[in-house]
C-alpha cells in the first residue's frame, strides 16, 4: 500500500521493517519519533524486527511516513474494513457506526499543533470511528477546525465499501453534538 520512491541501491533500511519498526515503537508507547534515536540501537526491538545493525533514525521514520498519500491511507483502511466484514457469517440487519473526535496533547513544536479552547491544550483531534468493538477509522487531524472535518467523507467511503458486501444492511451514524455543523 505504502511507494517507496527511495532509489534501491542507496536504501539501507527496507520499507517493511522501517514499518515495523514503527508499529513496535508505537506498540511499546513510543508514539514519538525522537524516541527512535535511543530505541534504533534497543536490542529487544533489534531482536523482534530481525535486525542486527542499528535500526532507522527519527528522521527516516518520519520522512517514510510523511509520503503516505490519500490513495494509501484509504488501502490501509480497507483491509481494516475486509477484516471487519469477515468477522460476519451473515450480513447484520443493523450497524452502529459511532464517530467520536478526541484530542491528543502535544508538548513540543510538531507541525499541524493547534490550540484547543475546548480542550484547553494544543493537540492534534484525531477521528475514530467505531462499529461495536471493531475498529474502521484512525484519522489523525488537527484541532483547528470542527468535530466534522472530513468526517462526511470518511462516512460515504465508508458506507461505500460496506455497502458492496452488506447492500440491504440498515446503517446507523451515531456521534455527539460537534459533528452537528453546516458544511464549509
Given amino acids: 500500500m505504502l511507494h517507496d520512491p527511495r532509489a534501491p541501491e542507496q536504501i539501507r533500511h527496507k520499507l517493511d521493517t522501517l514499518v515495523r ?21 534497543d536490542q529487544a526491538l533489534q531482536t523482534a524486527l530481525g535486525e542486527v545493525e542499528a535500526l532507522a533514525g527519527k528522521s527516516t521514520l518520519c520522512r517514510v511516513e510523511q509520503h503516505a498519500d490519500w490513495q494509501a491511507i484509504v488501502k490501509a483502511h480497507e483491509v481494516l474494513w475486509h ?21 491528543i496533547p502535544v508538548h513540543g513544536e510538531q507541525p499541524g ?11 492534534y483531534f484525531p477521528l ?35 455497502r458492496q458486501y452488506w447492500p440491504d444492511t440498515r446503517i446507523v451514524l451515531r456521534g455527539d453534538s460537534h459533528f452537528v455543523v453546516p458544511r464549509c
Fill in 128 to 162: 475514530y470511528v467505531f462499529c461495536g468493538r471493531h475498529l474502521l477509522v484512525s484519522y489523525l487531524r488537527t484541532s483547528d477546525r470542527s468535530d466534522s472535518r472530513h468526517s462526511w467523507t470518511i462516512l460515504s467511503l465508508l458506507v461505500r465499501f460496506i
Fill in 83 to 103: 477484516h471487519f466484514i469477515e468477522q460476519h457469517e451473515e450480513p447484520p440487519t443493523e450497524i452502529v457506526l459511532d464517530f467520536d473526535g478526541t484530542d
Fill in 21 to 41: 519498526q514503527r508499529v513496535f515503537g508505537v506498540a511499546a508507547g513510543y508514539e514519538d519519533f525522537n524516541d527512535h534515536e535511543a530505541l534504533r540501537y
Fill in 113 to 123: 499543533k493547534f490550540f484547543n479552547g475546548y480542550y484547553d491544550h494544543h493537540c
